[in-house]
């Protein structure tokens, strides 16, 4: 099992692989939001956590569609079906591929990203935490959509449009965790519920993409 | 241990396509399906690899018996030669890859990038996974696609070394591949197109 996550993370960081597009992503929203918003220090301030977890989010989007479509094009995923792997495995050794690939260097990025958005200095660790926590719910949940959406030509946009619903609860707990840390305010609930939402994901949605991936492939 | 198909009847998308199949291969035997495209040859061994369910009808064999060779070879173009191949070893749980690279000729191109290969040497590769799998049924769709007169030959050789160690094959193929088998021509049993509202095997598509 090990040998399918090592593979994955070869495959992303080298040629054509990806990895950074996420990162890039992420990035190019924190330098433009500033310039579009104006240099006003104190309203980036307040809007700064929910736009880094929108731009987590998006940067997180944009890789769903490579999760599966690389290895149903090239025929391994019929292969890695009739090996001996449980097809619950496969999947969840892919999205913990995907979540090592995207969602961990934006949470380990979201720091210096926090800076260029003005972040004031209370809500790093918040949001640090709250990427942490938050998109492992993403990657997992995008594994879904892309279990779905195999097979399909260009199947991005309806990939987008089935696990943008599927984001909202994630984002709206993981933006409030950042903006109550930010502020100063309690924040156990939000953070409560936001592991709640990823704890569940983790733990039911692997048998839900197991199960339409193996009626995809047929 | 033997492969024994009683009665089988498949379908692709909804349409059956092959009806009242049976045969049975017992340990070192190989059978070699024939008939025109488009009659479903492909869709059988995607059955019996347990890709899809059949319509109706029988599979004696285990599904982690068989190892599945399709059109497409599952080769990493950014990966080397060597390392796809230590993947599919490392999945199938077998060591040593050096008797499927010296079997297919690739031992002077373990260090090459998969995408570099020529079609030719990339069905090779593809071929090669089947001896790291370790299993003793092999179902292979169109193995010689693309391969030259010595490679059909080395290929040839593998499939018996594999049947004189007890294997199986099912192999469907155009080319006459010098193997000591049975042929079976699927045609007889093709499907005849069910009459409307006569059969209820669709609607679990619905």
Not at chain 1, 84 to 105: C, D, F, N, S
Not at chain 2, 136 to 151: H, N, R
Request: aromatic share 6%; proline share 5%.
């Amino acid at each position: 099992m090990i040998a399918l996550l090592i593979r994955d993370l070869k495959l992303a960081l080298r040629a054509g692989g990806g990895f950074g597009l996420g990162l890039a992503f992420f990035l190019i929203v924190t330098v433009l939001v500033p310039f579009a918003v104006g240099p006003e220090t104190g309203l980036l301030a307040r809007i700064a956590p929910g736009i880094l977890w929108l731009g987590a989010l998006l940067a997180c989007l944009l890789s769903l569609d490579r999760i599966f479509a690389l290895d149903w094009e090239d025929g391994t995923l019929d292969l890695m079906a009739t090996a001996p792997l449980p097809m619950e495995a496969i999947v969840t050794l892919k999205a913990l591929a995907h979540w090592l690939t995207t969602g961990l260097p934006l949470v380990l990025a979201a720091p210096l990203f926090g800076l260029l958005m003005s972040l004031p200095g209370e809500g790093y660790l918040w949001l640090v935490l709250s990427l942490a926590i938050g998109t492992p719910a993403l990657s997992v949940l995008g594994t879904f959509g892309a279990a779905l959406t195999v097979g399909l030509k260009r199947g991005g946009l309806l990939l987008s449009l089935l696990v943008l619903p599927l984001y909202v609860p994630t984002l709206i707990f993981g933006a409030e965790v950042a903006r109550r840390g930010a502020q100063g305010l309690a924040v156990e609930a939000p953070l409560l519920l936001l592991a709640g939402i990823t704890c569940g994901s983790i733990a039911l949605l692997p048998f839900a993409s197991a199960a339409v991936l193996r009626v995809n492939l047929r | 241990m033997s492969l024994t198909i009683k009665d089988l009847a498949i379908a692709r998308g909804g349409i059956p396509v092959l009806r009242g199949l049976s045969f049975s291969l017992a340990a070192g035997e190989a059978l070699i399906l024939r008939g025109p495209n488009g009659i479903g040859k492909t869709t059988l061994l995607r059955t019996i690899a347990g890709l899809q369910p059949p319509l109706a009808g029988e599979i004696s064999a285990d599904r982690e018996l068989i190892a599945y060779a399709a059109h497409a070879d599952g080769i990493k173009a950014t990966l080397s030669v060597e390392e796809n191949l230590r993947f599919w070893a490392a999945i199938y749980g077998t060591g040593d890859i050096t008797p499927a690279l010296e079997g297919f000729d690739l031992t002077k191109l373990t260090d090459r990038p998969a995408g570099g290969l020529s079609a030719g040497q990339k069905r090779r590769l593809g071929l090669a996974r089947l001896m790291v799998t370790g299993r003793p049924i092999w179902v292979l769709d169109e193995p010689t696609v693309s391969l030259d007169v010595a490679s059909v030959a080395l290929f040839a050789q593998a499939v018996q070394r594999h049947l004189a160690g007890g294997g199986m094959a099912l192999i469907a193929t155009h080319i006459d591949l010098g193997l000591d088998a049975q042929v079976l021509d699927v045609t007889p049993f093709k499907a005849r197109a069910p009459l409307r509202g006569e059969d209820d095997f669709d609607e679990a598509f619905l």
